[in-house]
């Protein structure tokens, strides 16, 4: 797994991937935290660290050796990954929409 330090480096690393395994299956995950700006502006900063770094280690947990995860700015996170299928066991359906 790769963690990196500014967001351009993933989609620089992710495209050397891609290059290198262009025959094979694999994934970008663009991961969001919904409505995240409401936790600082109710709990602060610290509720809001905390956060964000068990949800690292959710992903670091998750991440195999040849991963790339790294933030991507607030509480956005780019993961790429080969062999698209595995995917399927970490992502859960999309929350509804309260107006849909």
Same mark, same amino acid.
């Given at each position: 797994m790769t963690i990196l330090?500014? /967001?351009?480096? $993933?989609?620089? #690393? ?10 094979? /299956?694999?994934v970008i995950a663009y *991961?969001?935290?919904?409505? $995240? ?13 905390? =956060? ?5 280690? =959710? $992903? ?7 991963d790339i995860i790294d ?10 990954? /080969? #062999?698209?299928?595995? =995917?399927?066991? *970490? =992502?859960? /359906? ?7």
């Open positions: 330090l500014r /967001p351009a480096a $993933f989609w620089e #690393s992710a495209e050397e991937a891609i290059m290198i395994q262009a025959t094979r /299956p694999w *991961c969001d935290l919904d409505d $995240f700006k409401q936790v600082n502006d109710h709990y602060g900063h610290a509720v809001e660290d905390t =956060i964000l770094r068990t949800w690292g280690q =959710i $992903f670091r947990e998750e991440a195999l050796g040849a933030r991507l700015g607030g509480e956005e996170v780019g993961w790429w990954m /080969p #062999s698209g299928g595995r =995917i399927k066991r *970490c =992502i859960k /359906p999309r929350r509804k929409e309260k107006d849909e």
